[in-house]
């Protein structure tokens, strides 16, 4: 195993010097131009019979105190000694890297496989993690016997492999952080690599996915390996994406909305809120029929140069919390005026129709209301009429023959067929409707809520007071 281990640290450097110079450069123009807690690091891999047995060099530490998060099934955690200061700061607990001028660590463990290496079982965080930093670059080489054939898998990009009559040798480097590993047998291949992603899979697709592949947007260059299967645990692996019957489609769905979560902060919202922020981002409407509806019924709305001034806010959004509620913000601030069609879209099956709202606040009676809102739809103000009714003193219900608003004295019916209204048993020929039902919610219109209930309307900059027969003001 001697051997192994010595062609295994030849190759390492082999490939790895020219690679890790253009790093050097990288890195010392993060520290320089980026103030914050970075650091690149290497990890060495060993494959034995039962067990994972790892190196990892942490390089461009800062010099304050480090707490080190090992893996939770890692054993026999202990420093590496490659040279004399290599585990200068590590202290005796191996739980920190204690404050000092040495800007490279290592340490090392060992990963138990209860079951040996097996085929399509994803290796969840494995590696060692450094708390509050974050990983600028990272090379990965993983070493097997070989006997060993298969493919290994880490979300980073494959640099090269080796097969050679003592050891099969891979290793892996790129941007960002690596966490977790997969191996499956030798029944797949890396079939595409790209700046973007890598794509494996058992046999080679078609020529015609890698066509319309070439006309994919993505968000950002946030690297992924794409695997066309799935594990056997069926887990979500870091950086690492799992599609059975791989289109392009399904691709750019997942890989997009996935660049999109390490972007912005989502929370709940629902995953169509999401497909309709990227496909503004990316300039390609996809995802489902209502993403699709909702960004059609949102572009409708607006000129080019507004067009370009939502994406300019959206982009400008990023790292920050996005939810229906802010994108209504911005979307006001963008036509000038206010609507909560995004909001009120999430409610909704389908899509919501496109309305404004009055943004002022209500009072009836002097009372403020929460519940009742003022929408301007067709060029008409409408006031949500089961609420604001409610709060006139009239009781209203919804029948057969149409929608009925009734009092101690006064009693109407609204037929859901335009023509006519009922007041106290008597027929009234309309050519308008005074009630209206838009998605699902019973609306009043403003000159018949007036003329009907006879209250008075007073509009202020930012108050609408209604005010009932009466009532002193």
């Not at 019979?49 to 530490?61: A, T």
Request: proline share 3%; net charge negative.
């Amino acid at each position: 195993m001697k051997i192994a281990v010595s062609i295994f640290s030849f190759l390492a450097i082999l490939i790895g010097t020219v690679l890790f110079m253009q790093f050097q450069v990288y890195s010392d123009e993060v520290d320089s131009i980026e103030k914050g807690y970075q650091y690149s690091q290497e990890i060495e891999i060993v494959y034995h019979g039962e067990s994972l047995d790892i190196r990892q060099h942490f390089k461009n530490l800062p010099t304050e105190e480090i707490s080190i998060e090992w893996p939770k099934k890692a054993i026999n955690p202990n420093c590496f000694i490659e040279n004399e200061n290599s585990c200068a700061r590590l202290s005796e607990d191996s739980l920190t890297f204690k404050p000092g001028e040495t800007r490279a660590q290592s340490i090392s463990y060992v990963i138990p496989l209860e079951k040996g290496l097996q085929s399509s079982k994803l290796m969840k965080d494995v590696f060692a993690t450094l708390k509050k930093g974050n990983v600028q670059f990272s090379t990965v080489h993983i070493s097997t016997q070989p006997e060993i054939q298969g493919e290994w898998v880490t979300g980073l990009p494959l640099i090269g492999e080796q097969k050679l009559t003592l050891v099969n040798y891979t290793m892996f480097s790129g941007r960002g952080a690596v966490k977790d590993l997969f191996w499956q047998d030798g029944d797949i291949d890396l079939h595409h690599q790209s700046d973007v992603l890598s794509i494996y899979s058992k046999t080679e697709m078609k020529p015609a996915f890698y066509e319309k592949l070439k006309t994919v947007n993505f968000l950002s260059d946030d690297y992924f390996a794409v695997i066309n299967g799935t594990n056997m645990d069926s887990l979500e692996g870091y950086r690492m994406l799992f599609l059975p019957n791989l289109t392009v489609e399904k691709l750019q769905h997942t890989v997009v909305i996935s660049q999109l979560e390490a972007m912005y902060e989502f929370g709940d919202s629902p995953n169509w809120v999401k497909e309709l922020v990227a496909s503004y981002l990316t300039g390609t409407v996809f995802g489902s029929d209502k993403t699709k509806e909702v960004a059609a019924t949102i572009t409708n709305q607006m000129t080019d140069e507004q067009l370009d001034d939502w994406l300019a806010r959206l982009q400008a959004l990023e790292g920050r919390k996005m939810n229906t509620k802010v994108l209504d913000e911005q979307l006001s601030e963008v036509l000038g005026a206010s609507t909560k069609y995004i909001t009120m879209s999430a409610t909704t099956e389908g899509s919501y129709p496109f309305l404004f709202n009055d943004p002022r606040e209500i009072y009836v009676n002097l009372h403020k209301q929460e519940a009742i809102q003022v929408v301007l739809k067709d060029g008409e103000i409408l006031y949500s009429a089961d609420s604001l009714l409610n709060e006139l003193g009239y009781d209203v219900k919804t029948g057969e023959n149409g929608y009925y608003v009734t009092s101690e004295t006064r009693a109407f019916r609204f037929p859901h067929d335009p023509g006519f209204y009922v007041f106290n048993q008597r027929r009234y020929n309309t050519v308008s409707m005074p009630i209206k039902k838009v998605a699902g919610q019973y609306f009043i219109e403003e000159a018949w809520l007036q003329r009907l209930f006879l209250v008075e309307l007073t509009k202020s900059e930012n108050r609408i007071t209604i005010t009932a027969p009466g009532e002193q003001q």
